[in-house]
């Protein structure tokens, strides 16, 4: 028989997972109010592990809960989003200068068949798989580092930020398309052991990045003659 406080941290665990997979995915879009018991209803589990998870979602900027509105699926700021790109271009820019010239062979393999299927995914039409492997790709730099609690805070950052970039993608998969190209490059520069330049093409990467979602928030994009949308 499994012991009491084990079920219950089973419980608290599941309904985190469950919640969590849902506004990932958009099933509860920014500004759903969710209640104890509506949750409870729809996890068949009592309220207690439903308000601990509530909590932990709140740690980690998925809802809002105060007195006035109760709990909130959060929509992320424009400020917001500006200080979580800050924050992963110092950690990401610091990953791909410390690993440069250090990869080891199996390392290298995994980065490089991570970017031969992000450029397959482009040529197939395979946008939803491309943006997957886009957020692999950064995850991969931080394992090659090893570097758990810069791993942390990067996967956090991107867990926050996945259901805006995952409508920016849906919305404008150009953006995709130049992805690739700015991760061969910092690639390569890594591999030539040339940590500055990599560095720097991580940080030109992320900067573009933040421009790109600045600008789709804020509507600042029109048609190309060739049909595809592009900033102002």
Not at 12 to 24: F, G, H, N, Q, V
Not at 46 to 72: C, D, M, Y
Not at 206 to 219: I, S
Request: aromatic residues 6%.
């Amino acid at each position: 028989m499994v012991p009491l406080a084990r079920q219950s941290a089973l419980l608290r665990d599941r309904a985190y997972s469950a919640l969590k997979e849902r506004i990932l995915t958009g099933d509860l879009a920014p500004g759903t109010i969710l209640s104890e018991r509506q949750v409870a209803a729809w996890l068949k589990m009592s309220k207690t592990p439903i308000r601990v998870a509530f909590g932990k979602l709140e740690a980690g900027g998925l809802v809002s809960i105060t007195p006035q509105h109760g709990v909130v699926v959060k929509e992320l700021t424009l400020e917001e989003i500006a200080d979580h790109f800050e924050l992963r271009n110092a950690l990401e820019s610091f990953v791909v200068r410390q690993i440069s010239g250090r990869l080891t062979g199996a390392q290298a393999e995994k980065i490089e068949a991570n970017l031969a299927a992000q450029e397959e995914c482009l040529q197939t039409g395979d946008l939803r798989r491309s943006g997957q492997l886009d957020g692999e790709f950064h995850i991969l730099l931080g394992e090659c580092l090893g570097n758990r609690e810069i791993m942390r805070v990067v996967d956090q950052i991107r867990e926050r930020m996945f259901r805006v970039i995952q409508r920016v993608h849906q919305n404008h998969p150009e953006r995709l398309y130049t992805n690739y190209p700015e991760h061969r490059a910092i690639f390569q520069a890594m591999l030539a052991g040339d940590g500055a330049a990599a560095a720097a093409q991580m940080h030109e990467h992320l900067e573009h990045g933040q421009e790109f979602l600045m600008d789709t928030r804020l509507g600042r994009f029109m048609p190309s003659p060739e049909g595809v949308s592009v900033p102002r």
